[in-house]
């Protein structure tokens, strides 16, 4: 079974910005690694991924702001938040796409607050 723990959620103000981690204790073959995030009362909703051959997709609301990367050796995707507004708070969400199952981490919560 593979483990995926996402990490660097908190409080900021309008403006500021946050570094989101998602880490798996292992590599099955994966398609794609994804952050989702779901706010109170939405739908939960696809925002970033970025697929084994690196092709990346942000939703329009995010673009020009987040930026997804990974770092491989460490089995970890990123997700780095700027100019956040309040609209972005949500619980954030990562998915790992392999060639079996789809995996979910537990979220980690993003709320933007003055």
């Known amino acids: 079974q593979v483990q995926v723990v996402e990490s660097g959620g908190g409080l900021v103000q309008p403006g500021g910005s946050l570094r989101l981690s998602c880490t798996a204790s292992?590599?099955?073959?994966?398609?794609?690694v994804a952050w989702y995030r779901q706010a109170p009362g939405k739908q939960r909703k696809l925002v970033a991924s970025v697929t084994r051959g690196g092709n990346i997709y942000y939703v329009d609301s995010v673009k020009g702001r987040f930026t997804i990367s990974r770092d491989d050796a460490k089995n970890t995707v990123f997700l780095e938040m700027n100019n956040l507004e309040p609209e972005d708070t949500a619980v954030y969400y990562c998915?790992?796409?392999?060639?079996?199952?789809?995996?979910w981490g537990q979220g980690t919560q993003v709320t933007v607050s003055s």
């Open positions: 292992e590599i099955p073959l994966i398609f794609r």
């Open positions: 998915n790992i796409a392999t060639n079996g199952p789809d995996y």
